[in-house]
């Protein structure tokens, strides 16, 4: 394998690498700060990694929206970026890193779902398989919770659940922003624009925060991850999908809950049982499926996907 093919895969294997690991490490932070005084902390960072991005690409000529693009940016943004990553640190506050590196990773199986109650595509017979193997193993991955009554759990997994659909609901509807303005536009702005509600839902946390009294790495890990994982790992991944192809790539992403669930295992005593794992080996058969099975041979009248109201 040559330089010019081995860059893009090193790149996106760097990225799953670090998005694996950021699951325990968020977790950690959690410990100390809290969900939401760790929400607070990265929405402090993200204007200023947003107008470094947008300075990067365009220097200080910032593209402008259309008129009739504004508010739509606003309404996905809050709910594909703000309400998905508050209920994500609700989630996995109340689950563990490894439950909740699983559960986001079906955000495939919901986009296709939405695709189709929203008529934009048929589901063909391998995806309808997929979608079914994913449910049952959430089911079976999450049994052992329902079945011990353990309701805290049980309801971190679901609101990761919750946080995978919307994350794939904005997905769908901000495809045609991204297409006009590009991702990197679509990303800083929606930053820009979750910034201020986000630090008002989290100020009680940041005020009840003892600033002082933090240890050293959590205000490097939070700037990792805001940073490093956030920023600078989607421009990675993108990168490498130009480059390799999305067809290429995108398979390299089921690594992410190995790399999530060893990390957990080493540094956070996590333990794993026989039907969890076997849960969560089936949550992962039934995604790539879903996503990789070829699409129904007729589909409907292509037409833009509804938008989310917030």
């Not at 991850?225 to 992403?253: K, M």
């Not at 949550?283 to 589909?299: D, H, N, T």
Request: positive net charge.
């Amino acid at each position: 394998m040559n330089d010019r093919h081995a860059a893009p895969l090193l790149s996106a294997l760097a990225v799953v690498l670090v998005w694996g690991l950021n699951f325990p490490l968020q977790k950690a932070l959690f410990g100390e700060v809290g969900a939401l005084g760790f929400l607070g902390l990265r929405y402090l960072l993200m204007p200023f990694c947003a107008a470094a991005l947008l300075c990067w690409r365009f220097g200080l000529a910032w593209p402008r929206l259309d008129r009739g693009e504004a508010w739509p940016l606003v309404r996905l943004t809050l709910v594909g970026q703000g309400l998905h990553l508050l209920l994500s640190a609700l989630g996995m506050q109340g689950s563990t890193a490894f439950s909740a590196s699983v559960l986001l990773a079906c955000g495939p199986v919901f986009t296709l779902l939405i695709l189709r109650l929203s008529g934009v595509e048929r589901l063909s017979r391998g995806q309808v398989a997929g979608v079914v193997t994913a449910a049952t193993g959430a089911l079976l991955f999450t049994s052992d919770k329902l079945l011990a009554a353990d309701w805290h759990a049980g309801l971190g997994d679901l609101t990761l659940l919750a946080a995978a659909a919307l994350f794939s609901y904005y997905t769908v509807a901000s495809k045609p922003l991204i297409q006009h303005h590009g991702g990197v536009t679509v990303l800083a702005y929606g930053s820009l624009i979750c910034t201020l509600p986000m630090l008002l839902w989290c100020a009680p946390a940041l005020a009840s925060l003892d600033w002082r009294a933090q240890p050293a790495w959590v205000w490097s890990g939070t700037a990792w991850q805001t940073a490093g994982g956030g920023f600078i790992g989607w421009l990675a991944w993108g990168w490498a999908n130009e480059r390799r192809g999305v067809a290429r790539t995108a398979p390299l992403i089921y690594l992410m809950p190995l790399v999530a669930g060893l990390a957990a295992w080493a540094w956070g005593g996590e333990q794993f049982s026989a039907h969890k794992l076997m849960g969560a080996g089936v949550i992962l058969a039934g995604v790539a499926l879903a996503q990789f099975s070829p699409p129904s041979g007729a589909p409907r009248a292509r037409q833009q996907p509804p938008e989310p109201s917030c």
